[in-house]
Each structure stands twice: as C-alpha cells, then as structure tokens.
C-alpha cells in the first residue's frame, strides 16, 4: 500500500528541510580550515546533569542541570534556550555560562529539543501545540523550572531565561505564558511572539521580517496575558549583519513589548557604543526594555574575544564581539560574585 502525503503537509515537510539547510548554509558561511598552529587547551567541560523525571513531560524535551559547587543562599536559577543544530553541550562550552554560575552561585538549566521532535533540534516555536500555555514545549519547560526550584530551594523571585534564536522566540512564548514566573528575557536573534504559525511562515518572516503594526503585535501577547499589567525587563538582541533572522525582527520585537508596556517609542534613548547602539526604555521607575544592536554582527550568541577559540570551534553559533552577551546579562540581572 503506498502512502501519500498531503500537500500542504508535504509543502511543510519540505519547507522544514529548507529551513535546515538555510540555517547551517548561513551560519556555514566561511569555514576556516584548520592551522598547523597548536591549538589552546580547552577549558574543562562542565558537568551538565540529565534530569530524567520532572513532570509529565507533554512537550517530549530532555533537561540538563548544572549546579555548582558553592551555590548560594535561595540561589537564583537562569534558564538557556539553545538554538537550531546546537546542544546544552555545544551551547555551554562555547559560552562559558557554567564559569559565571560558579563565579554567582546561581543554577543554571538547559531544556534540550530532541531530534525526533525536529530534526534540526530547533525549539517548536512556530508551532501553536507546542507554545500554548500549558501543552506542549512551554509546559514541559515550566514544569522543569518548577522542579529545579522545589528541589534546590531557588528563589522564585529570581527565575531568569534567555535564548538563542529558536530558543529566543521560545523564551518570548514562555514570558507570554508565564509572565509571573520571570525575573528577566532576554532574546537573542529571536522572533516576536505570535509571528508564524508553521514552518513555511516561519522561514519567510525570518527572511524578511513582518509589516504587522504594533498593535497587532501587541495583540498576540494580549490574547493569552490579558490581565497582566506588570512585566519584567526584555532585552533584546540582534546583529546588523545577521542573514539568519533579519534584524526587521527585533525590531518587531521591540514594538510588540512596547505596545504591550504602553511605552511611547520615542522615549528611547539611544546609545552609541564601540559594538553598535543600546537603547533603553523605561517603565516605572527602570529600564524596561532594552535593545542591542551589534553592527557587522552575524547570527548568534556574543561573547568576549578573551574566551578560548578553541572552546568555541564547535559551535559557530557563538561569535566573538565587542561585547560578552553572558556577563552582561550578571549585570542587568544583578547576579553578582558571591563573597570570598
């Protein structure tokens, strides 16, 4: 018997291909070949604990853990979103995010896609099943989060999440979803929340961008958080030079979270900086949101160039930058060193 598939499901599957290869094509762009030079010694590999059995699991994902030797009092817990093609592994070792939970006290957890729910191990964020508050990957997340903080004594007044691309605009869906349970986004290269509902839409806004007006961004958030009055601060990033996520999407970010906040957009107050510009809105009584744009950036997680290369060969998806994208999230989160 001989089974055939649908159109529109074939035009997806074949758009999810696309998509694939549109990822590893652009961040693949130029490829170094190897020196004779020795190279350095890679900082050792920190250990990441799998978390088997934390919830029901409905959006089949796996958790990685790690803890620190010295964690601190009610420690904080940062959550990190890989994005497509990487693991928690390549993600960890390439950004040195352990170092600063070690240097802070503070846990850190990295829910992982598994290829059987996306070959490219991106993060199902174009998906409505797997970003609908309680179902699918959002839940199995909050269900992680829930079991770090019960079992390590966190402060849930200090949950924090960033991502990386997919993993970005699956922290959008998590903040929308669960707005009370954050401290502190940050979306690198992501999307605005509500921008595609299949991998085909998916794959052209990303390109191209959305002409959506604020408040049709503003809706989506509304539609699921209508009560929510009180958000906590969004930083997002974004590189000038990114052929992955065109930079159109952040700003598309910034306008639904502004249009959200009820945030006048002319109240920005733009910065110029040796890496690109920061800009800065407030809200009450302290930065809102927060926007980074690295000019000749590409797409990808910024990191100090002090970091070792050779910890970062295995992941291009970390780039080095005028700017290190973990130390200052320590900063506007106020994770600070613990005491000597």
Same mark, same amino acid.
């Given at each position: 018997?001989?089974?055939?598939? &649908?159109?529109?499901? &074939? $035009?997806?599957?074949?758009?999810? +291909? ?13 490829? +170094?070949?190897? /020196?004779?030079? =020795? ?9 990441? #604990? ?9 959006? !089949? ?6 803890? %620190? ?23 960890? @070792?390439?950004?040195?995010? /352990? ?14 896609? =598994? @290829? ?22 959002? #839940? ?15 402060? =849930? ?26 401290? *502190? ?5 992501? #999307? ?5 509902? @299949? ?8 390109? /191209? ?12 958030? !509304?539609?699921?958080? %209508?009560?929510? +009055? ?8 974004? *590189?000038?030079? @990114? =052929? ?28 110029? $900086? ?5 800009? !800065?809105?407030?809200?009450?009584? +302290? ?37 290190? *994208? ?12 613990? %005491?000597?």
């Amino acid at each position: 018997m001989t089974l055939k598939i &649908s159109k529109p499901l &074939s $035009k997806i599957l074949r758009a999810q +291909k696309k998509f694939g290869r549109l990822v590893e094509a652009s961040l693949h762009l130029k490829q +170094k070949s190897r /020196s004779t030079q =020795r190279p350095r010694a890679a900082a050792p590999r920190a250990a990441l #604990m799998a978390v088997a059995e934390f919830g029901s699991n409905p959006g !089949r994902l796996s958790m990685k853990l790690f803890v %620190p030797p010295r964690v601190a009092a009610n420690p904080a817990l940062v959550v990190i979103l890989h994005g497509c093609r990487q693991t928690p592994e390549s993600l960890e @070792d390439a950004s040195g995010f /352990s170092r600063l939970a070690t240097e802070r006290g503070f846990i850190l957890l990295y829910p992982q896609q =598994r @290829d059987t729910n996306n070959t490219q191990r991106c993060f199902n964020w174009f998906r409505p099943s797997a970003v609908t508050r309680d179902r699918g990957e959002v #839940m199995s997340i909050r269900q992680m989060i829930e079991h770090t903080c019960r079992n390590r004594g966190v402060d =849930r007044s200090r949950v924090y999440i960033a991502g990386l691309s997919a993993g970005g605009a699956l922290a959008a869906a998590l903040l929308v979803s669960y707005p009370k349970l954050f401290a *502190g986004v940050a979306i690198f290269a992501g #999307m605005p929340y509500g921008a595609a509902r @299949d991998a085909v839409s998916a794959m052209r806004l990303m390109k /191209s961008g959305s002409s959506r007006s604020p408040a049709e961004w503003g809706d989506f958030v !509304r539609a699921v958080s %209508p009560t929510q +009055k009180i958000w906590p601060p969004i930083s997002i990033w974004q *590189g000038t030079g @990114d =052929r992955v996520v065109a930079p159109q999407n952040a700003e598309a970010c910034v306008s639904q979270w502004l249009n959200v906040l009820k945030i006048e957009a002319a109240t920005g107050r733009p910065q110029q $900086k040796p890496w690109g510009t920061l800009t !800065r809105w407030d809200g009450s009584s +302290k930065t809102q949101i927060s926007l980074y744009q690295l000019k000749h950036f590409g797409h990808g997680l910024p990191v100090s160039a002090a970091r070792s290369n050779s910890s970062r060969a295995a992941d291009p998806y970390v780039i080095d930058a005028g700017i290190s *994208g973990p130390k200052e999230l320590m900063r506007i989160w106020g994770l600070k060193r613990l %005491p000597v």
